[in-house]
């Protein structure tokens, strides 16, 4: 028999090349090909058990003026937060990808969405192919879902799951996980390239054919993104990471790309014994075990999509021993901090040299926005000066490497929250004071600084 031909992919971004390659012409990275077999073809040069394309079924091509703009209504999953992310709810026909660490509640999550739509008459299929149906129920049940209508199926060969689908013809399909998935026409083992590259494809014709949606649970790597080729996001229409350590008991989902909906959208959820529950209130979550009175501890703001989120940033500046102290970053941008840290010495005299600094955002989140800026530089001069700050001041603003403070974007909505909560008094860019209405902030003082030396006469 003549050797089966053997070709090299990249798991970044799914490049081919006949040979192997140290970096990717495609993406630029280095030591990412694997090689992989080619998929046999039949008669016609297809490859075996492909279907035809989406526009299968004698459509033609429509003119723009012509193409029907009204949107379908979007299912609701009855959990709030899901559809914030999502965009307003689960789009008819959508694939949605969602990835995260293994024990993070990626099934958890789905699993009770499954069981609120089934409650709501709506047809699911849930599709394991790492669990058996008695360990699904076991879940299930832990849970509190007793939706007699879920459909469960334990399986991984994907002709046979194709087959289930059109037969059931669901609303909604969850398929656990991509990774376990193989067609029997690809001799590669499951997770490889190729075989999580088809299965997608093939799972993208039957949603967008037959108007099922599907959602698909990926595993990451160590680096924090879905295993297996980065075109496998492309395909998709939205992505979804949950967030969060295993042994917090928070939890975060983002979505990094959503042609339906914002990617700026975030859902907390926080972990149980009986699953995950919705987080309403964020800000007073957030804050909750906030120290009284330390120097160090400063509370911002942050927009995380249409939702103004309060958050603690902490600092601590100590005196080293070594010659070459330590800088330390969790929850904000490494090289930010740097940076700020720089613009502080420089413009306000300050030597930190021969001091550690370690920088936290409390409650776990992840914060890159410019409006954190001139929370850190309070943070800073106040654990350096081991001054505290009063507890009922909020800071926001970004800071330059002049040491200006410039306007940030949807000032009022942070300023409202902050009196929602009874804070008292606000400390901003001088720019943003302009375009508050200020007859709906009377609970709370402003002021407005224009640069990092007027912050001094706050410390």
């Known amino acids: ?67 029907n703009t009204k949107e379908n209504p979007r299912i609701l999953t009855g959990i709030g937060e899901l559809d914030r992310v999502l965009g307003g709810g689960i789009v008819i026909g959508g694939l949605v990808l969602v990835g995260g660490d293994p024990g993070i509640g990626k099934s958890t999550l789905l699993l009770q969405m ?83 590259r088809e299965t997608t494809a093939t799972l993208l014709q039957l949603s967008k054919s037959l108007g099922i949606s599907i959602f698909i649970v990926g595993h990451v790597t160590k680096e924090g993104v879905v295993a297996g080729p980065r075109v496998l996001e492309h395909m998709v229409d939205t992505v979804l990471y949950f967030e969060g350590d295993n042994g917090a008991v928070y939890r975060i989902l983002r979505a990094v790309k959503n042609r339906f909906g914002s990617t700026n959208e975030i859902g907390v959820f926080e972990m149980k014994g009986d699953g995950l529950r919705e987080v309403a209130n964020p800000s007073e979550y957030m804050l909750q075990g906030k120290p009284e009175n330390e120097a160090g501890s400063i509370i911002s703001c942050s927009i995380e999509g249409t939702r103004p989120i309060l958050i603690e940033v902490q600092a601590l500046i100590c ?39 370690y920088i936290n955002v409390a409650g776990g989140i992840r914060i890159n926005e410019p409006a954190l800026d001139l929370a850190l530089v309070a943070a800073i001069i106040s654990s350096y000066r081991n001054k505290p700050l009063d507890e009922k001041v909020i800071i926001f603003g970004e800071v330059g490497l002049t040491g200006e403070v410039r306007a940030v974007s949807q000032a009022e909505q942070r300023v409202a929250e902050a009196a929602k909560l009874g804070y008292e008094a ?34």
């Not at 798991?11 to 992989?36: A, I, M």
């Not at 609120?116 to 360990?135: F, H, M, N, P, T």
């Not at 709370?444 to 224009?450: D, N, Q, T």
Request: glycine share 8%; charged share 25%.
């Open 319 to 357: 005196r080293t021993s070594f010659n070459l102290p330590r800088r330390t970053a969790a929850g904000a941008d490494y090289n930010r901090v740097n940076l700020l840290m720089a613009v502080v010495e420089k413009r306000l005299g300050v030597s930190m040299g021969d001091c550690d600094a």
């Open 426 to 459: 606000c400390i901003l860019p001088y720019a943003n004071i302009s375009s508050l209405q200020k007859e709906r902030h009377k609970k709370i003082r402003l002021s407005g600084i224009k640069s990092i030396r007027e912050l001094l006469n706050y410390i």
């Open 114 to 196: 499954c069981g609120k739509l089934s409650a709501s008459q709506v047809k699911v299929l849930y599709i394991s192919g790492e669990e058996s149906l008695r360990q699904i129920k076991m879940r299930a049940e832990r849970l509190g879902i007793f939706a007699g209508s879920l459909l469960l199926f334990s399986e991984t060969n994907l002709d046979t799951i194709e087959d289930t689908i059109e037969q059931e013809r669901p609303s909604v399909v969850i398929i656990d996980s991509i990774q376990t998935m193989f067609r029997e026409d690809i001799s590669s083992a499951p997770g490889s390239v190729s075989q999580v």
């Open 1 to 67: 028999m003549a050797k089966a031909k053997q070709i090299f992919f990249c798991r970044e971004c799914g490049y081919e090349s006949s040979k192997w390659l140290g970096q990717c012409p495609g993406c630029r990275q280095w030591d990412t090909f694997v090689e992989e077999p080619v998929s046999r073809k039949n008669g016609s040069g297809k490859a075996a058990g492909t279907r035809s394309g989406l526009s299968a079924g004698g459509r033609k091509p429509e003119l723009l003026a012509e193409v």
